[in-house]
């Protein structure tokens, strides 16, 4: 089964002024950019910018894409969460996206935290590895935003703003 957006909206058609959303897509390399990658149908037809790590495999897949590198690791690494917490504050400031959507890792969580600040739309998606329990990123990311989704339905359980929609890949 795939990801199901329930009432989503139709983010690449205009209504009379109302221009599409633009949004801030964050997401670690590797599994994490690939499932928000997977995402495309409600991405691809809006005014976007990608957050994520220079590795080979971020820079193959959105080569066609405007990207702002993070620093990495970010694995318990407190410099470089200290560095993408200022990137995300100056990024988010310039940038000005209506929402901030973020599948983690790392990189994801001083991304919502200051999209939360600004009063941006917050939508994080756990990764479908998580079976039994919140990763990391999404314990501390779970208190702060708009829209908290699993992709595993037992997740919704013990978390009660946890949104079961399906699975991404």
Same mark, same amino acid.
């Given at each position: 089964m795939g990801f199901v957006w329930p009432n989503r909206p139709r983010f690449g058609?205009?209504?009379?002024?109302?221009?599409?959303?633009?949004?801030?897509l964050v997401a670690s390399s590797g599994g994490h950019l690939a499932e928000l990658f997977a995402l495309k149908d409600l991405w691809e037809s809006t005014e976007r910018f990608w957050v994520s790590f220079p590795t080979q495999d971020a820079q193959y897949l959105l080569a066609d894409e405007r990207v702002i590198w993070a620093s990495y690791p970010t694995?318990?690494?407190?410099?470089?969460?200290?560095?993408?917490?200022? =990137?995300?504050? @100056?990024? +988010?400031?310039?940038e000005r996206?209506?929402? !901030?959507? #973020?599948?983690?890792?790392?990189?994801?969580?001083?991304? =919502?935290?200051? @999209?939360? +600040?600004?009063?941006?739309?917050?939508?994080? !998606?756990? #990764?479908?590895?998580?079976?039994g329990e919140l990763s990391l990123s999404g314990r501390l990311v779970y208190p702060v935003v708009d829209k908290f989704l699993v992709q595993w339905e037992g997740l919704t359980k013990d978390h009660p703003k946890a949104e079961y929609w399906g699975q991404v890949v």
């Amino acid at each position: 089964m795939g990801f199901v957006w329930p009432n989503r909206p139709r983010f690449g058609k205009t209504f009379g002024n109302v221009r599409p959303p633009k949004l801030a897509l964050v997401a670690s390399s590797g599994g994490h950019l690939a499932e928000l990658f997977a995402l495309k149908d409600l991405w691809e037809s809006t005014e976007r910018f990608w957050v994520s790590f220079p590795t080979q495999d971020a820079q193959y897949l959105l080569a066609d894409e405007r990207v702002i590198w993070a620093s990495y690791p970010t694995n318990r690494n407190l410099p470089n969460l200290a560095r993408n917490a200022r =990137l995300a504050l @100056g990024v +988010l400031r310039r940038e000005r996206p209506d929402a !901030v959507i #973020s599948t983690g890792a790392g990189v994801g969580v001083p991304f =919502l935290w200051a @999209g939360r +600040l600004f009063g941006l739309r917050t939508v994080y !998606v756990e #990764s479908i590895t998580r079976l039994g329990e919140l990763s990391l990123s999404g314990r501390l990311v779970y208190p702060v935003v708009d829209k908290f989704l699993v992709q595993w339905e037992g997740l919704t359980k013990d978390h009660p703003k946890a949104e079961y929609w399906g699975q991404v890949v």
